[in-house]
Each structure stands twice: as C-alpha cells, then as structure tokens.
C-alpha cells in the first residue's frame, strides 16, 4: 500500500508539512516546530519516515561524494582554537581531568558525527543545482511537490494530494513574471514522475520562476495557454 492509498484523497496538513520538512523548504522557525514534533509525536515521525523513503529513489541518483578534507580542519578549529589562543585559560585547564573527559568526548561526537553524515543524509549536488517548491491553491486540494534539478535538466514531481478526474489532465506550466505561462507537459499519471525541461525553460527556472498546474482536457491545453483553473502553484526556492 502506498502512502497516497493510506492518507487518501485529502490529504495534506500534516502530510505536507512531513514532506517539505524532509526536503528541507521549511522556514527556520516551521522547521524547528517539526522537530519537536518529531521528538514528541511518533504519528508525525513516522510520516518524516515514509516521505524520506519515497524521496529516497531521488538521493539515490547521485553518486556519493567524498567529504573534502577542509571539513576536518574547520572541526579542529572549533574544538581547539579557543584554548590555543587563551594561555592563561589552558594553563587551568590542563591539569583538569575532566576538561580533558569533556574534550575526548567532544572529539568523538564530533568524528561520530563527521563519519555517520554521509549515510544519514547522502551528499547532494551544490545548492544552486536545486530547486523545490510546494504547489498548492486555496480552495483546492491538489498539492504537488516539486524539485527542478538543473545538472539533470527534469523536474521532479511528487503528488500529495488530490486528482484530475476522468477526461483530464494536469499540466505543468513556467510563469515568469508578467509574460504568458510556459507549458512544461502533461503531468504524467503517478504519484511521482519526471518531466524533461526544455533549453528554453532551463535558464528561466534557474532564476527561480514559478511552477503552476492547471487543469486541462486529456493530452493538454488545444491553444498553449491554460484553459482550466490553476489548481496549484509555487515558487521555486534553493535547498
């Protein structure tokens, strides 16, 4: 059973919240709400946990990048600069024990941390090679989730919620600024799919355009404009 067939056609709410946490769009403050709650709530964590597997096929695209040796330094001089340059400091503190327990630990953790990073979450290509947005509109309750890879040329789409009916489709649309929308394509039946982004397109997006979906008659719009109502949109933003 798929997490869509579990939640049903309303879904949202919590379930959308669950999923723009893991891809990482929250605002600062949304996002330590959800951590708390993650802490707290375990129907919540256990929707964190089914969003990471369904966008886990996604990480597993790129390959996994070696940490570069500066990360290990930069540690260093977090953990030791402060005595190195304090002397009278040091000198009170090297003969303590447990400053020296306490710094042992903090060297673990930190090495713990440093080693187990990659597994728990797999490197990713620079920040400005991705994009996400959350596709949504009052009074609908179609929800998409949407990530523009630029190395890749695709957008990706994850359907949260809501449904085209019969004899319709959605189709994807570019709106940049006050020029006519775009089309990207039909949305493919699923509730993940992948979409080619033309060159024309790939420039635009990149400057962080706005993604909609409109609801169309099947195979798309006849005139190359939205003629059904938008049923979701958003704006694409750095991971």
Not at 163 to 178: P, S, T, V, Y
Request: proline share 7%; glycine share 8%.
């Amino acid at each position: 059973m798929t997490l869509a067939e579990d939640n049903g056609p309303e879904r949202g709410g919590d379930d959308l919240l669950a999923a723009e946490y893991v891809l990482g769009v929250l605002a600062a403050d949304e996002r330590q709400i959800a951590s708390r709650r993650i802490d707290t709530e375990a129907a919540f964590a256990r929707l964190v946990d089914a969003w990471e597997a369904h966008f886990a096929p996604m990480a597993a695209a790129y390959a996994a990048v070696e940490p570069p040796a500066s990360v290990k330094a930069a540690i260093d001089r977090r953990l030791f600069a402060s005595s190195a340059n304090s002397a009278a400091t040091s000198a009170g503190l090297l003969g303590s024990l447990a400053f020296w327990r306490g710094l042992a630990a903090a060297a673990l953790a930190a090495l713990a941390v440093f080693v187990a990073l990659p597994l728990v979450n797999p490197p990713l290509p620079p920040p400005e090679t991705r994009l996400v947005a959350s596709l949504a509109a009052e009074n609908s309750n179609v929800k998409y989730l949407a990530v523009y890879d630029a190395a890749r040329h695709e957008v990706g789409l994850s359907l949260v919620s809501g449904e085209h009916g019969a004899g319709k489709d959605f189709e994807l649309w570019m709106i940049e600024g006050k020029n006519a929308p775009v089309s990207m394509g039909v949305i493919p039946a699923g509730q993940t799919a992948r979409m080619a982004v033309s060159p024309a397109v790939q420039q635009k997006l990149a400057q962080g355009a706005v993604l909609a979906v409109s609801l169309e008659p099947t195979g798309g719009s006849p005139t190359g404009q939205p003629t059904g109502p938008v049923v979701a949109a958003g704006d694409l933003k750095g991971i």
